[in-house]
């Protein structure tokens, strides 16, 4: 009785493991399957990342452009309100003045019309030019006289004669803050 | 504008509404100004509308309200009112007759003039000539504003009209030389005279500006006076003291509204919808106030504004504006409607007087041919958009299509503009010459062809500059 003789000789040349081949070339493939993918990943993310770099240097720009400007505009919009402040207030300074010297006048005229009683006789004649010689002549308390027939008057205070003088003054006023 | 050493009237014998009836005057004459002293010492200003033997009729700038009949005196001027004028002005924020609204002293003048004024005597007139740039692309290329010219904005309620106005009178310039600007504001609401106050801020500090502003709640007789008071100050500061001028008066439809009601306050028998005869011959006397005067430095320029009620162009005040004026920028409810600003309506605007102020050695050679090409192109476009309506788009034709998109690009690319932009003049003809290249070269035979090769070699990288027709 012998063995049947294939089964001895067979067995050094067959495969220690027929499936090794397969299970190799699908680990190949799986690893360079993960491999692409990984790679794809990282390029992914390098376009990721390279995007988002890209758009916040961009944003950073623009917000940049963007700062300066309302940055120039604020500026220019504040240097704007600063002269407005300036012209404001140097004309209320002038308005000041001006009212001052109105103010300087009035007192100089009352002043002169209550010592000077020539300079009331001629306002009472000028009075009487104007309304006629029954015109009710009053002395104002200010200086001065006002005179009224019915229906008119005329008004030749010390008040009014400075208001006058002054109009007529014009622009010989603006020497108070020319240069 | 005080009453002179002489006689005050004591005996008022009627007083209703803004009207008073004095009697016991002599040698009082029609638009006498008078000074109103009341019991408290508070000063009131009027005019005389009617003078009849010892009655005068009195409006009272300031409205009656308050007044005692007998404590009231008037002193009549023996003028029509006068004011100072000169550059004391300049910088200046004063209501509709003139009296400071900024806070600072009356405003000082070495000489005074009437507010009625003289128009300028045909003989001595200068033709216009040299433009007043606006920094408004619309402006400045289709309907350019020269200097000494009426060129008035027809606009209609709810439109931006005053925006423009004030834009205009914030950015317009006169090629370097001695400029300045004069802004009446007439029958404004308060918000509005807020608006040109802020828009107008810069150039006021400069002192380049002169701004009266009578508001709706002043009386009307003021808001006759006010256009008046501006003339009479830009006169002063163009032919005595040689600077361009330009007078901005808005809302012109406000001013004969009130003229409308003093004349019916006169009993004066009404003409077109109620407004005097006159209404012409009294716009004429403001707008006429214009011009250059031989040997004389500097112009007056006027731009009015007026609304049109409900957006009627036969309206008698956009009407008898039209006959004087010497064209109009129109501005259009459907351009508004569809976003952009301003919303000029090229077909409809035009200036008359455009080519003495365009062209080489004034502007740029090809401005007039540039804008009489694109007002062509867009009324054939209008055209084809109408008969888009009809027989709709892909039934035009390629060169048609080529129209819609040159109104297209016209509305985007050239009349669209930010409110505080100042657009240069040679990037507005830029745009002008971009929206222009829309169309293939056989379609710009307006143009010469030298100016259009040179510009379409420069526009090579243009979508449209390499446009032929397909």
Known sequence: MTAPAGRHDAAPDAPADALAPVRAELIRAARADADAVLDRARADADETLRAARAQAASLLEQARRDGARDGAAEAARERVRARQDAWSRELAARAEVYADLRGRVRAGVREALADDAALRARLEERARALLGADARITAAAGGGVTAETPGRRVDLTADALTDRALARLGARAETLWAP | ?470
């Open chain 2, 1 to 470: 504008m005080s009453a002179p050493g002489g006689i005050e009237y004591t005996r008022v014998r009627d007083l209703h509404g803004p009207l008073m009836v004095v009697e016991g005057v002599s040698g009082v004459g029609w638009d006498e100004f008078a000074t109103i002293v009341l019991d408290s010492g508070e000063r009131r200003h009027g005019l005389v509308l009617e003078v009849n033997r010892d009655l005068a009729v009195v409006q009272v700038l300031e409205d009656t309200a308050g007044m005692d009949p007998g404590g009231t005196r008037i002193a009549f001027s023996g003028t029509p009112l006068r004011i100072p004028v000169g550059t004391g002005w300049l910088g200046r924020v004063c209501n509709g007759r003139g009296e400071p609204a900024d806070g600072g002293p009356p405003v000082l003048g070495p000489v005074d003039a009437p507010v009625g004024g003289a128009p300028i005597n045909p003989v001595r007139r200068e033709p216009p000539t040299e433009a007043v740039l606006t920094g408004v692309g619309a402006i400045d290329v289709l309907t350019t504003l020269v200097r000494g010219q009426k060129l008035p904005v027809f606009s209609a309620a709810g439109l931006p009209h005053l925006q423009l106005a004030v834009q205009v009178a914030a950015q317009a310039t006169c090629g370097g030389e001695a400029f300045a600007v004069v802004f009446a504001g007439m029958g404004l609401t308060h918000a509005d005279a807020a608006f040109v106050r802020d828009g107008l801020a810069e150039r006021s500090a400069a002192g380049e500006l002169v701004l009266l502003l009578n508001t709706a709640d002043d009386p009307v007789i003021e808001r006759l006076l006010t256009p008046r008071l501006a003339l009479t100050v830009a006169e002063h500061l163009a032919f005595e003291e040689g600077r361009h001028v330009l007078v901005l008066m808005t809302d012109m439809t406000a001013y004969s509204e009130a003229l409308r009601e003093v004349s019916a306050a006169r009993g004066e028998i009404p003409a077109r919808r109620a407004y005097p005869g006159y209404l012409y011959s009294d716009l004429a006397s403001l707008y006429e106030r214009c011009g250059r005067i031989r040997g004389r430095p500097g112009s007056v320029t006027v731009l009015p504004v007026l609304t049109m009620p409900a957006g009627d162009i036969t309206h008698p005040v956009p009407d008898l504006t039209g006959y004087i004026t010497e064209g109009q920028i129109v501005l259009s409810a459907e351009v508004h409607a569809g976003g952009t600003y301003p919303p000029v309506d090229p077909l409809g605007s035009l200036s008359r007087l455009m080519r003495k102020g365009a062209g080489k050695g004034r502007t740029r050679e090809d401005h007039p041919p540039v804008a009489a090409q694109l007002i062509a192109a867009l009324a054939r476009a209008r055209e084809v958009r109408e008969l888009a309506d009809l027989v709709g788009r892909p039934a035009l034709s390629a060169i048609d299509r080529r129209y819609l998109d040159l109104e297209d690009a016209f509305l985007h690319r050239f009349l669209a503009q930010g409110t505080d932009e100042n657009r240069p003049l040679d990037e507005a003809l830029d745009r002008a010459w971009d929206a222009l290249l829309t169309l293939p070269p056989s379609q710009l035979g307006m143009i010469p062809a030298a100016l259009l090769d040179a510009h379409r070699a420069a526009g090579d990288d243009h979508p449209g500059g390499e446009g032929t027709p397909p």
